[in-house]
Nanobody, 121 residues
Framework: QVQLVESGGGLVQPGGSLRLSCAAS????????MAWYRQAPGKERELVAR???????AYADSVKARFIISRDFAKNTVDLQMNSLKPEDTAVYYC???????????????WGQGTQVTVSS
């Protein structure tokens, strides 16, 4: 019913920038929170940034002042601008959204397929 499709990953040198995008599509009535998570090899998936439709935007301490999350509420998209990238930012980045579908009574959580970000010289 709902698909999240990420784009924008790739290989970048330390200190460089990348912009990730995620588009939600399907039978969407509303989206409350959209977020980005990441999972590095051998580690658990962790929250990078989340932006609710109402409330405070939150960032992981490790990315504060370097990453910026933004949403286009009309288009159901969320972007992650990543600056001053470090090798430790290397991970698969996943889009996540709490979506209420048409005819639905409650929201459900959805994940994208992930996009690889590699920071290396």
């Amino acid at each position: 019913q709902v698909q999240l499709v990420e784009s924008g990953g790739g290989l970048v040198q330390p200190g460089g920038s990348l912009r990730l995008s995620c588009a939600a599509s399907g039978s969407i009535l509303s989206i409350s929170t959209m977020a980005w998570y990441r999972q590095a090899p051998g580690k658990e998936r962790e929250l990078v940034a989340r932006k609710p439709s109402i409330g405070t935007t939150a960032y992981a301490d490790s990315v504060k002042a370097r990453f910026i999350i933004s949403r286009d509420f009309a288009k159901n998209t969320v972007d992650l601008q990543m600056n001053s990238l470090k090798p430790e930012d290397t991970a698969v980045y996943y889009c996540n959204a709490d979506v209420r579908v048409l005819g639905g009574m409650v929201s459900s959580n959805y994940w994208g397929q992930g996009t690889q970000v590699t920071v290396s010289s």
